[in-house]
């Protein structure tokens, strides 16, 4: 297979020489590294490449060039390369240009030039954007080989918990593709078999649980030590961010995630209100510089494994898994997050996972090429969802039961909604059912404004419509609210709930009703549901973790 080309596009030969010889320095062994010395001439390979089917995954241009800017080149070259990320090299005096060529054409970033030391202004800003393509872009290094039926629930789940865990893998749908069929008459695989993960130099496995898959791929499944100082339940940005300073302040810790690391941000397209990245970040890049961290300085995390229920040993809390499995430690983290109200709508159930989606997996967005696209939900996760499937669809509904979006989601993202061509917004109207035959096809709208109802034909459904705290398996020790967000620090305390605090001290902040217990992020009964916040949260317990087992 070819190599991925990166473009340096500058109308200076001795400038463009010089990019050129520090991308390939580095780049060179992976990327094609191509030269261009005009925006009509870079247009012009990349047509070339997209007819070979080569892909572009960066393309580096100078801002002042004449007849063609760099930006308005870079606006054009998303036709050729939709999926190329796009850097900018610009003067001082272009600053404010650049700034907002990132919301106006999706730059991804601008440098200042000179770049010298390339090791200190290039290269970190080119790792990440290149880091950023290859995850994308797992096919490319594909090594694991999924076979199975597209519109599958299983198929669907064993390839999200590999995206998610940054397993690159290799998809083949056995209806359409021929090495799919080839490979699964080799592997004689009846249709309970599906879908089959081989694995390189490994077994072939039949329909695995998500467990086994995870055992059979080596990820950690099981922790390696008798007690820790504290145990985290939930692996996103809460427990993520717990593990990382419990860890790094000298805590023996461990985190049990069920599914994958980055819980409800791992599945947002781009987070763009977290300090310090001004042009926004997708959540599965915050979660790959996270579980970094937390590998970096020690911290265990357990996988696919779901934590059912816990007890208070004397000074020890354990933590039970379903099935088999227990971690015992003397403090405990709870992180468990939310996950998706269901949509209660005829018929959509039986499709879940066969064109009905709950959230988006940002890779598999470009799947929906050129498919008209329904999203139901008003608030800023559903925008952010609009916004990214609408660069792959040729048209993106979004369902919405009120009559505007004003109370529920970010003006900018409402802004944006309006001003993009193939987005339209159906204000109250609801999905009320769902057909199909082994898969999605056709949607009911109800319009409670009009009081109509209209069947459309429809193969991509995706859900955004809140969520409700996962916290049934605490037990009735951890006081809840009538919702199941846990009850901490000065809420235990107030008059009708202070019969749950059985100690003479007052509880910590984040500390529930059970001493060593605390909770983080949005299980947290007035927390605010974002992700700094629910980062914040499991910094902070860390600290209040250090307090309590100074009192044992
Ligand atoms: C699509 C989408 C887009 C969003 N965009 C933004 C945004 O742009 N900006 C922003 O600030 N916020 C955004 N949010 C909200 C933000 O993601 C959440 O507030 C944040 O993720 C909460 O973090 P958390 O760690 O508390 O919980 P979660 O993210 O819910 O993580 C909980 C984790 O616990 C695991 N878990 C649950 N139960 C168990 C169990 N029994 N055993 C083991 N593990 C378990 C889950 O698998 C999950 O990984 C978005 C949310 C969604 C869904």
Redesign the pocket.
């Known amino acids: 297979m070819s190599k991925p080309v990166i473009l340096t596009v500058d109308d200076d030969p001795a400038v463009s020489a010089a990019v050129a010889r520090d991308l390939r320095r580095r780049y060179g062994a992976d990327y094609s590294i191509v030269r261009a010395t005009s925006g009509s001439e870079a247009l012009a390979v990349l047509a070339r490449l997209a007819l070979r089917d080569q892909p572009v995954a960066l393309i580096a241009a100078d801002q002042r060039m004449p007849q063609m800017t760099g930006i308005e080149l870079l606006e054009q070259a998303r036709t050729h390369a939709p999926s190329a990320k796009f850097l900018l090299l610009t003067a001082y005096a272009d600053t404010d240009v650049a700034i907002r060529a990132i919301n106006d054409i999706g730059l991804d970033h601008y440098l200042l030039k000179p770049w010298d030391p390339p090791e200190e202004r290039l290269y970190p800003v080119t790792d990440d954007l290149l880091g950023d393509w290859s995850r994308a872009h797992p096919d490319r290094a594909a090594d694991v080989r999924v076979v199975g039926h597209q519109w599958s629930e299983r198929s669907h789940e064993t390839k999200m918990f590999l995206a998610r865990n940054y397993v690159p893998y290799r998809w083949y749908d056995v209806e359409t593709d021929e090495e799919g069929q080839r490979l699964g008459q080799l592997a004689g695989a009846a249709p309970a078999d599906l879908p089959l993960v081989l694995i390189p130099d490994g077994e072939t496995l039949r329909s695995p649980s998500t467990l086994d898959l995870a055992s059979a791929l080596g990820l950690r499944t099981s922790a390696r030590q008798p007690l820790y100082d504290v145990c985290i339940?939930?692996?996103?940005?809460?427990?993520l961010a717990a593990a990382v300073y419990g860890a790094s302040e000298g805590l023996s810790t461990v985190i049990?995630?069920?599914?994958a690391?980055?819980?409800?941000?791992g599945?947002?397209a781009?987070?763009?209100?977290?300090l310090g990245f001004p042009r926004g970040l997708s959540g599965s890049d915050l979660t790959q510089r996270a579980v970094a961290q937390v590998s970096r300085f020690g911290a265990e995390m357990v996988l696919a494994?779901?934590?059912?229920g816990f007890e208070t040993r004397g000074p020890v809390r354990a933590v039970l898994f379903d099935g088999s499995g227990e971690i015992e430690a003397r403090s405990l983290v709870v992180?468990?997050?939310?996950s998706y109200r269901r949509l209660n709508a005829s018929g959509i159930d039986a499709l879940n996972g066969r064109g009905v989606y709950y959230?988006v997996n940002a890779g598999e967005a470009s799947q929906r090429a050129g498919d008209d696209v329904y999203i139901v939900g008003a608030a800023?996760?559903a925008g952010?969802?609009a916004l990214h499937l609408a660069r792959f669809a040729k048209r993106v509904v979004l369902v919405v039961r009120a009559a505007t979006l004003d109370a529920t989601m970010s003006q900018y993202l409402i802004a944006r909604i309006a001003a993009a061509q193939n987005i339209d917004v159906r204000y109250r109207c609801d999905v009320t059912a769902a057909s199909g035959s082994g898969r999605l096809e056709q949607l009911t709208l109800t319009d409670s404004g009009a009081g109509t109802t209209e069947e459309v034909p429809a193969s991509w459904l995706f859900i955004?419509i809140g969520a409700a705290p996962?916290t049934d398996?605490l037990g009735p020790d951890v006081a809840r609210n009538d919702q199941g967000f846990v009850l901490t620090g000065p809420d235990l305390l107030a008059s009708d709930r202070s019969a749950h605090w059985p100690l003479a001290r007052t509880p910590f902040a984040l500390e529930t009703s059970v001493p060593g217990v605390f909770a983080?992020?949005?299980?947290r009964l007035d927390s605010m549901?974002?992700?700094?916040s629910?980062v914040g949260e499991g910094a902070m317990s860390i600290y209040h973790v250090h307090r309590y087992l100074a009192t044992i």
Request: net charge neutral; hydrophobic share 30%; proline share 4%.
């Open positions: 339940g939930g692996g996103g940005p809460a427990g049990v995630e069920r599914e690391p980055g819980g409800q941000a599945e947002s781009s987070i763009e209100n977290y494994r779901t934590v059912s992180a468990t997050g939310m959230g800023n996760s952010q969802a955004f996962r398996w983080a992020g949005d299980v549901k974002r992700v700094a629910a």
